[in-house]
């Protein structure tokens, strides 16, 4: 498995292409306009500075790391040579049929083609593709450079072979690989999801405000950061996307999401990237 494609250039696969090519991969790093291509390079160099400047790098591996990185627009082109082809696409399940079945026609026939969805069934993706059981999740945590955790999901037809293949390939990339099975929201998300949706009842109810809630879960339960926070940082969107997986697929009311991230969603605040979500980042 040598040559790396990921599809999305967004904050997770600008990161994922990050890691395999500072490990030594050779990545092509897919999306649809140059500019967004260009805009994810300079996120992987600014990363790649902060690594330097903390030690954690040297200067030769940055460059070697960026050497490793090439870039292109045309998917087809980008699949015929890969090994391994990671999407990290946008969280909508249409979306990443119609990738995969581009990649199942244009891949080599032993290339793995893993999604680093966070919700979506990983066997409904394999389903539209001729290769099942070479298809499986990636669930890579953001942000990916310092993560150490990435779900291994396993579908149905998931081969044991391609499995063990991913799980070593974690590994080479000093990760902790842990496997899991297919059902909706997986382990990180199923645990996490409800715990944000919570916190948003708690502010559309009066119980406290968003500062209030996070303080508690900081110092009370020894959180790194408050579950707010975490959810303007994730994106009020993708948390209500998630949330809707969860309660379409487990079809339990403790999933359904809060009418306030509803609402917020609706107009606009989608946290950090819009620059308002449950606190104001205009200017920061």
């Known amino acids: 498995m040598t040559r790396i494609t990921v599809i999305g250039a967004g904050t997770m696969g600008n990161g994922i292409a ?4 500072q490990y030594g991969f ?24 902060r690594q330097v400047k903390k030690g954690l790098l040297a200067e030769a591996q940055k460059t070697s790391t960026l050497q490793n990185i090439s870039t292109s627009t045309d998917l087809k082109a980008a699949v015929l040579e890969a090994g391994l082809v990671v999407e990290a ?27 680093n969805t966070s919700s979506i069934s990983i066997t409904e993706l394999a389903a539209v593709t001729r ?8 669930h890579f945590m953001n942000p990916v450079p310092v993560m150490k955790l990435v779900e291994v999901i396993r579908g149905h037809a998931t081969e044991d072979q ?6 070593d390939l974690c590994r080479r990339l000093e990760k902790t690989p842990v496997e899991v099975n297919d059902y909706p929201g997986f382990v ?16 559309m109810e009066g119980v406290a405000t968003p500062e209030a809630v996070d303080t508690v879960m900081k110092l009370g339960m020894n959180h790194p950061m408050g579950p707010l926070v975490l ?3 994730i994106g009020l969107d993708v948390c209500l996307a998630i949330l809707e997986v ?39």
């Open 18 to 21: 990050h890691v395999f090519a």
């Open 26 to 49: 050779p990545v092509t790093l897919v999306d649809v306009r140059e500019d967004l291509l260009k805009k994810a390079l300079g996120t992987i160099s600014a990363n790649l500075d």
């Open 89 to 115: 696409a946008t969280e909508q399940q249409p979306v990443k049929e119609t990738i995969f079945r581009t990649i199942d026609e244009n891949a080599p026939a032993d290339c793995i083609l893993a999604t």
């Open 131 to 138: 290769r099942p059981g070479k298809v499986i999740g990636m």
């Open 162 to 167: 391609t499995c063990s293949a991913i799980l």
């Open 188 to 203: 990180a998300n199923r645990v996490l999801m409800p715990m944000i949706n919570e916190a948003v009842f708690c502010v």
């Open 231 to 233: 959810a303007d940082f």
């Open 246 to 284: 969860l309660h379409d697929g487990l079809g339990d009311d403790k999933y359904r999401p809060c009418p306030l991230l509803k609402k917020m969603v609706a107009a606009g605040h989608l946290g950090k990237k819009s620059g308002r979500g449950f606190y104001d980042y205009a200017g920061k």
